[in-house]
């Protein structure tokens, strides 16, 4: 089976790459270093592909910047594969969306709503933050030594189950919107960014920072973290820090 993979050399990208690879198949990259340019559709060829997974991300927190880049690059994907005859639209999204207002997470939005309005047989899956993002977050607030950490609940799973779980549903037809995929057990930020600072050998003093507004709300409520129905990995954060060089 041929796979494109849109963001093929992204954090989720290459274990999506190499778990295609390892199963027999064979992928193809879209991305600009193989010249294709999602958002404005230069080079963006799908003949003779069988599936697509979309695992493409911007780096930005403003609105109109996620869903230029977002609508851009679902609407040229979606062209092409009609062009092509590609039978499955595979995208991989974030688990609530819908009530955790960001940016961010409006271009998101914009890409389910193009992907479920078009022809191509679609497969959505949500799922939680990556083990990666507390490492992410460190690096946002502070000064110096001090760390500003939101307070937040979340359930971190492994890029590399994530991948899995796409390559399993590209292999299959499209089933619309999937249960949540998240990890094996719910983490609080901060205690997430303490530890990693430790298993790092860094310094620092990690301060809880409350994010006020609904942003905040979602951030402690619970928003973010996969409900009943969810499926589940395996590999828990500490796992994953115990696999890290210190």
């Known amino acids: 089976m041929r796979i494109a993979v ?27 270093s193989a010249g294709v340019d999602l958002v404005t559709g230069q080079g963006l060829d799908l003949a003779g592909v069988d599936a697509v997974i979309d695992v493409t991300s911007v780096s930005t927190l403003n609105r109109a910047a996620s869903e230029g880049f977002f609508g851009a690059v679902a609407r040229n994907l979606l062209a092409a594969e009609q062009v092509a005859g590609v039978r499955h639209h595979l995208a991989l999204s974030i ?9 961010y997470y409006h271009g998101k939005l914009l890409q389910e709503r193009l992907i ?74 901060v205690e997430m960014v303490r530890a990693y600072l430790k298993r790092t050998g860094r ?4 301060i809880p920072l409350p994010v006020p507004g609904a942003s905040g709300r979602a951030m402690r409520d ?16 500490a796992e994953w820090l115990a696999e890290l060089e210190g």
């Open 116 to 189: 479920e309005a078009g022809e191509v047989p679609w497969t959505i899956l949500r799922a939680t933050q990556f083990h990666e993002f507390a490492p992410q977050v460190l690096g946002q607030i502070g000064l110096g030594p001090v760390h500003l950490i939101p307070v937040m609940r979340n359930q971190p799973v492994a890029a590399r189950e994530v991948a899995q779980h796409l390559v399993d549903l590209a292999l299959k037809p499209a089933a619309g919107r999937v249960p949540d995929l998240g990890g094996p057990r719910e983490e609080r930020m």
């Open 6 to 32: 849109a963001g093929g050399t992204g954090r989720v990208g290459r274990p999506v790459i190499d778990v295609i690879t390892e199963r027999g198949h064979d992928p193809v990259l879209l991305t600009r």
């Open 222 to 237: 619970g928003t973010l973290v996969a409900g009943p129905g969810a499926v589940h990995g395996t590999q828990t954060y």
């Open 95 to 103: 688990v609530g969306i819908d009530h955790a207002p960001s940016g």
């Open 203 to 206: 310094r620092g003093f990690v």
